[in-house]
């Protein structure tokens, strides 16, 4: 089990590394000389140079990378090449306001998702589970940006239960916090809820259909029982899109932050990819991929508790 | 050897085996460093026209045996040799040349034929690999179609459309295209009812009579092993614990393992199965 | 041994192609037929559009529908509908590109992964799972920034981030296609690598890759869309996201912007994913269930048998004892199952009975129709199947009118089950003990203690030596044999005084399966249990049955006590399966030497060498 943990974490730390290094080289490939971009087309070449050194891009490609990256391995992400603000600062900012919604959006899709898959799995063919077939074809593929103009429009605007766009820190108000995140994350989770119901129905199914449970039901277990049974092998494949919905919810917050303008780590991204400026492109990128290799590992250790087979690897 | 001089054939004890195994060792890596020694130093000859039988349980080796021969298993030690060539090794190049002197048959009747292709695909392919022609291969295919007892009309019919026996004589088709000389035979009736099971033996004789193509014949079925076997190797635990002619092994077992196989195989009979038990039962009492 | 006749033609089948069934779901041609406007549109744009996309006319700022602006005019003053129309063709254009790039990239990685296995398989799929772990929007927003405006190369990236999908789905599906025979037979046909890669791996993985297709054609449509949105992308080619960005900047103002590109966006995506369910459903991805409807009409249809089919529909099979003395008594009972031809019926009138501490055997071949009477008898048909009898009798009692829960709550009490596969009938997930314990706890009420105790009495007496160690075991960790056992315990530890198993020993080994039966009549004359044994071996039914039925596609061809059965068959059926079971025929020796006199030739034909050694004996 210790091994398993810790080869786990060496496969988390080699990827954060590898898509910290695949991003910095990319950048750099891709943007070439960020100075027009940072300074605008008006800057004098006198301009530009000065802004070079400063930035230490003048420098070469690799020394500019071993810079960086030893500074970020203790957690120093450098400056900003626009306002020359510590990165750190602005994540430790921004990072909260996304990742309130995106947890927000994967709690809602597990619970609910949860919950439609179990009774969608104990009555199939059931109206529920119609709905769901016809629920999951839609909103798997409509993208959350597009869901979430729909609710804002809806919601905020002609119904207006839900403020339409701005972030409250739970700091100010719990209560106007929530309302804040609850129109982004219902338009983010929606796809996912679907995706884990489906799952998990499926693999309900599935297992449903194996030897052991008409074992278990001939040995007089109660319905609700052998349904525990049921849901126990049914999980892992639950879990494993759980943990994947994690990583796509990422991706969609960046999107669905802009529609409903909320201060997270989505205009940042954005802004930062239009001007250039790399440190900050790379802080966010290190930053989400940890948080997905925890959830990776988090889900490597539930699906070993799951399932004992799992934890002799 | 009387037994070799009343058997039907004009048995030469002098001849060249086709085939011969000497002290084969095969080990599959379970994990890293964890390793299974699947047959411990096996040693075993197929004679041309000959049927060979390998008996054994679950684990005994006897599959990994004819795998090996195919080239399907890692062979750690230990020589084949085919009609006077070493094939231990044989790869690529070579391993395709054999196939035109060994094939399989395989246990499965529904795994075994790909589901996505009609049966004159399945059994054309073996033929197009080695370059025959589409005219050729279909005048061959209609002929083993036909040993095989099948209607020619189902060359352009999917597998799926088959029963089970009707899809072993399909695998059995497809191993006598190229007129091999040897053929593997992986349990190739245990999936089957009694009565196909009994025809598909027929069947497995009438072929060897016709074409004079040999088989290793691997069964956990002393019945079945009986029927179509001249000689047999008792498997048990990656050895070969005993071997000689079907007749006498069957009859005659000597080694307590093959004894309690015998014995352990319940008989279509009332009163000779509960003779046989009292048997089984003093064995297990004195082990 | 007579050879069963063989039919010298196949009777026609009928087989119909994918395209065809995909035609007859409604929904299914509603959403293919938009998709194809859809493409029309692209395709057409430059004729069909009324006007220049990008052409600025002041007037038709934010001007309503009408006015031979049809859509009305966006904030540029540019025509929507056009905009709409170009617009499309960007759309479909990068679809395409990032599902080729995808397909192209995860489709031979999955399959040579799923093929090869070992490094090739470690390595590409640690590539796919840090693909999918990447944040894929920031490094797209990071190509975008420094591609600037190069489409192509956007979608490209795209596609690079979809791969895992095409990846997964076909690696799952060549791993298990890599472990059927028919790979190997191919292998030992003297098929080359890529030759087997081309064809069986290619031909196995297609039709699910075409449903991924359809499904990511519509998530790369939509993530097209969010980068647009964003602002990616020139600003003279028109796009649905820009112009929803256009859209949402007036959205209070003027919301019609905002919605046509909306609908043109949610109507494509969700055709193709439409599409793509179709065709799942078609390839049977989605495991359907029989409605209650289609249940009910099995029900009326085997309760109301056709006049036409009448004799067939007559009970068979006799009694033996009176209805009062039975542990079990069948009477002609019809199991079916909804198919798309009407009702299948695989139980055709069955009745049957067994009296208290007699062993029963039920024998047939595969399809006879036994395991699904036994089924019926337990109340656990697999989902689909129902059954209808005049009477099911249980120790005496009438149970075929009662309630499915008064039916279950027979189980683990009354009626015990032993089942055919050995591991795969104990929980993955539970222990040993758990699995035993968690009935004899709520199903009989025994305290913790109590039950582990019961549980652990129950291992030793089914001949387990270290019941503490497999009570701590999960059911990977002991042998086939072992688990047999297990199932034995916990199907006896509730004393049931009936016990049913089905073909307890068929997947076992010779050795165990003596063992296992020798288990079984010891546990029946200790306990005193009626046992019935569904089994399509004749040598376990002389080995343990006092009385056997005989079973053929559904319906009973003989009834009687053993010794009879195989002294006098009635049936020639019954004459056949005993003659098939091999253990009087003629052996090969036997065989070869009536050969050799029915036919002189042989002997100089026979090229059989036998003895090419001497035995090692």
Known sequence: ?313 | MNAANDSAGTAGTDTAPLLSVQDLVVDYRLARKVRFRALKGVSLTVGPGECVGLVGESGSGKSTLGRALLGLAPVESGRITFDGEDITHARGAARRRLANDIQVVFQDPYGSLDPTMTVGEVLAEPLEVAGTTRAQARAVVAEMLDRVRLPTDSVHRYPSEFSGGQRQRIAIARALVRMPRLIVCDEPVSALDLTTQATILDLFIDLQRETGVSYLFVSHDLGVVRRICHRVSVMYQGEIVESGHTRSVTEEPAHPYTRRLLLASPVADPARQADRRAAWLGLRESA | MTAVPFPAALAPVKRISLGRRYLRRPLGVVALALLLVVVAAAVLAPWLAPFDPNHVDFTLTHAEPGGGHLLGGDSAGRDILSRLLHGARTTLYGAVITCVSGLLLGVPAGVCAGYFGGVTDRLASWVSDALQSVPGMIVLLVVAAGTGQSFPVLMVALGVFLAPGYYRITRARALAVRKEPYIDAARVAGVTNPRILRTHMLRAVYAPIVVQTALTAGIAIGMQAGLQFLGIGSASTPSWGQMMNDGFQNMLTYPLILLWPSIALGITIAALAFIGSTLADLISIRAEQPSRRARARVRQELTAPAATELSNRLPSGEHEHSAEDCALRIDNLRVGYASPSGVKEVVRGVSLDAAPGEVLGIVGESGSGKTQTMFAVLDLLPSGGTAVADGIRVSGREVSGLSAAERAALLGRSIGYVPQEPLSNLDPCYTIERQLVEPLRHVHGLSKADARQRARDVLVRVGLTDPDRVLASYPHQISGGMAQRVLIAGAVAGRPSLLVADEPTTALDVTVQAEVLELLRELQQEYGMTLVIVTHNFGVVADICDRVVVMKDGRIVETGRVEQIFRHPADPYTAELISASLDDVAGRHELDQAWARESPAALDRSAAHVGGEDDAR
């Open chain 1, 1 to 313: 089990m210790l091994s398993f943990i810790a080869k786990r974490l060496l496969s988390g730390v080699l990827l954060l590394v590898l898509v910290t290094t695949g991003t910095f080289f990319l950048a750099h490939l891709a943007i070439g000389d960020p100075t027009p971009g940072l300074l605008g087309n008006s800057a004098t070449p006198a301009q530009q140079d000065a802004l070079r050194a400063k930035i230490g891009f003048d420098r070469p490609l690799l020394v500019q990378f071993w810079d960086w990256i030893s500074h970020a391995a203790t957690g120093d992400f450098g400056s900003s090449w626009r306002n020359f603000q510590p990165v750190g600062d602005q994540l430790v900012l921004r990072v909260p306001v996304t990742l309130s919604v995106v947890v927000f959006a994967t709690l809602l899709s597990a619970v609910i998702g949860v919950a439609v898959g179990i009774l969608c799995g104990l009555r199939p063919g059931g109206v529920l589970d119609r709905v769901l077939k016809l629920a999951s074809v839609v909103l798997f593929a409509l993208p959350g940006f597009w869901v979430s103009l729909v609710l804002v429009t809806w919601f905020a605007l002609d119904l207006r239960w839900f403020p339409a766009i701005g972030y409250v820190s739970p700091d100010q108000s719990v209560s106007g916090w929530l309302e804040s995140i609850t129109l982004p994350s219902v338009s983010l989770a929606l796809g996912a809820i679907v995706m884990v119901a489906e799952q998990l129905r499926n693999g309900f199914l599935q297992v449903n259909n194996q030897d052991f449970v008409r074992t278990l039901r001939a040995r007089g277990l109660s319905k609700r029982r052998v349904t525990a049974h049921v849901l126990r092998n049914a999980s892992p494949a639950a879990l494993t899109v759980l943990a994947l919905m994690f990583v796509g919810l990422l991706g969609g917050a960046i999107v669905v932050e802009i529609v409903f303008n909320l201060p997270g780590i989505g205009s940042l991204t954005q802004s930062a990819s239009q001007i250039g400026d790399i440190p900050v492109l790379l802080g966010l990128t290190a930053v989400t991929v940890v948080f997905v290799v925890l959830v990776n590992f988090l889900l490597d250790l539930v699906l070993g508790w799951v399932n004992p087979k799992v934890r002799e690897r």
